[in-house]
């Protein structure tokens, strides 16, 4: 069975820091681009970053550029996404997604129908 699981999500205060992980089951990451997504309550499910199979080039929405940052280990099947200087607006349900592409994420990374596999999501509050 193919399978993304999601962890790592909790409660933080503003400016705390989160390490969300994205295990793979079933299938290895290494020929997969893996994207972060996240939907605040109310609001649809945005692009948050991707990075691609192998070589490791990453993709940022512009709100968390130099506060997040998307690492993969394949050798652990897993997808890292390291959130540092949280703040309230980063609240919401975060979900990793897959799809079998060699090299880079391409122009369309943050659009949710370029993807073959979801997590179940796992949720990050940032309040204080």
């Known amino acids: 069975q193919l399978q993304l699981v999601e962890s790592g999500g909790g409660l933080v205060q503003p400016g705390g820091s989160l390490r969300l992980s994205c295990a793979a089951s079933?299938?290895?990451?290494?020929?997969?681009?893996i994207g972060w997504f996240r939907q605040a309550p109310g609001k649809e499910r945005e692009g948050v970053s991707c990075i691609s199979s192998r070589v490791g080039s990453t993709n940022y929405v512009d709100s968390v550029k130099g506060r997040f940052t998307i690492s993969r280990d394949n050798a652990k099947n897993t997808v890292y996404l390291q959130m540092n200087s949280l703040k309230p607006e980063d609240t919401g349900v975060y979900y990793c997604?897959?799809?079998?592409?060699?090299?880079?994420?391409?122009?369309?990374?943050?659009?949710?129908?370029?993807?073959?596999?979801w997590g179940q999501g796992t949720q990050v509050t940032v309040s204080s």
């Open positions: 079933g299938f290895t990451l290494d020929y997969y681009v």
């Open positions: 997604a897959a799809v079998l592409k060699r090299g880079r994420c391409g122009g369309s990374w943050y659009q949710q129908g370029g993807y073959e596999f």
